[in-house]
C-alpha cells in the first residue's frame, strides 16, 4: 500500500520546517534581548501513515491523501514545551503574528481544563506554502497542529496518555480520579513557579 500523503510528503516535511524555523527565529530573539529562553524545547511530528489511515476509519473518511491533508488537521504536529505558563501565553501571541498563517481553531485548555485534568493550549495554523496542496491551489495550504504548554503539563499529558492504553488495569476509576489529582497539583506547582519567577524578576 503507498503511503497516504502520496506526492505530498515533501511539501509536509518543508512546512514543518518553516514553522520549527520561525519558532526557532523567535527563541534567538528572546535571549538577545533577554539572556533568557522563550521555550524550554520543541518536538514535532509527521503523523505516521498508519495512525493517519487509523484516523481516518475512526473519522468515518476516505483513506486519502485529500483526507489526510484537508480533512484532518493534524498531519504536522509541533508542540512547544515551556518552563512558565506566562511563557506559554507569550509563545501563542508570537504564532498569532506569523505572515502568511492563520489560526483557525483554537482552544485553551488551561483557562478550560479538560474534565480529565488535562492542560495545553491547542491552535491548527493553515501555513501558506509555496508548493501544491491536495485541491490544486499553489500557493497551497497546509495545516499544522500545535500544542503549548508547561514541562508539568507535558510530563502530565504523556503519563496519562500511557496509561489510557492500559486497558487491563484494575481500578480504572480510582486511576482516573488520581490522574485528576495530580494535573491539579501540578498546576498549582505552576501557579507558585510563576509566582517565584516574578518575584526574581
Ligand atoms: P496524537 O497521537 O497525540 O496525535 P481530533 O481528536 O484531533 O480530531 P479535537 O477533539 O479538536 O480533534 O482535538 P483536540 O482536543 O485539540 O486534541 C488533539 C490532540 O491533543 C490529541 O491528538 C492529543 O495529542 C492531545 N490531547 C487532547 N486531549 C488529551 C488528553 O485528554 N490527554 C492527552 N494525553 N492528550 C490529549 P490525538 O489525535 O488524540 O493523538
Redesign the pocket.
Known amino acids: 500500500m503507498s503511503n497516504i500523503y502520496g506526492e505530498y510528503e515533501a511539501a509536509l516535511e518543508a512546512v514543518k520546517n518553516d514553522i520549527e524555523a520561525r519558532l526557532e527565529k523567535y527563541q534567538n530573539d528572546i535571549y538577545e534581548k533577554t539572556h533568557d529562553k522563550g521555550y524550554e524545547h520543541i518536538s514535532s511530528r509527521i503523523?505516521s501513515d498508519e495512525?493517519m489511515r487509523e484516523?481516518c476509519i475512526r473519522?468515518g473518511v476516505p483513506e486519502t491523501a485529500e483526507s489526510a491533508l484537508s480533512v484532518?488537521k493534524?498531519a504536522i504536529?509541533i508542540r512547544v514545551i515551556c518552563s512558565f505558563v506566562d511563557d506559554v501565553y507569550s509563545v501563542v501571541e508570537y504564532v498569532r503574528s506569523f505572515k502568511d498563517c492563520d489560526i483557525i481553531?483554537e482552544?485553551d485548555?488551561i483557562k478550560h481544563t479538560?474534565p480529565?485534568g488535562?492542560r495545553?493550549y491547542?491552535m491548527i495554523l493553515a501555513v501558506k506554502s509555496e508548493y501544491k496542496d491536495v485541491l490544486g491551489n499553489t500557493p497551497g495550504i497546509y495545516y499544522v497542529?500545535m500544542?503549548v504548554r508547561t514541562i508539568a503539563m507535558d510530563t502530565w499529558?504523556?503519563l496519562?496518555?500511557k496509561m489510557?492504553y492500559k486497558k487491563d488495569i484494575p481500578n480504572q476509576e480510582l486511576l482516573v480520579s488520581e490522574l485528576k489529582r495530580v494535573a491539579d497539583e501540578l498546576a498549582s506547582c505552576d501557579l507558585s513557579m510563576q509566582t517565584i519567577r516574578e518575584l526574581i524578576g
Do not use: I, L
Open positions: 503523523k495512525s484516523k473519522k484532518m493534524d504536529g481553531k482552544k485548555y479538560k480529565n488535562y495545553s491547542h497542529e500544542q499529558a504523556a496519562e496518555h489510557k
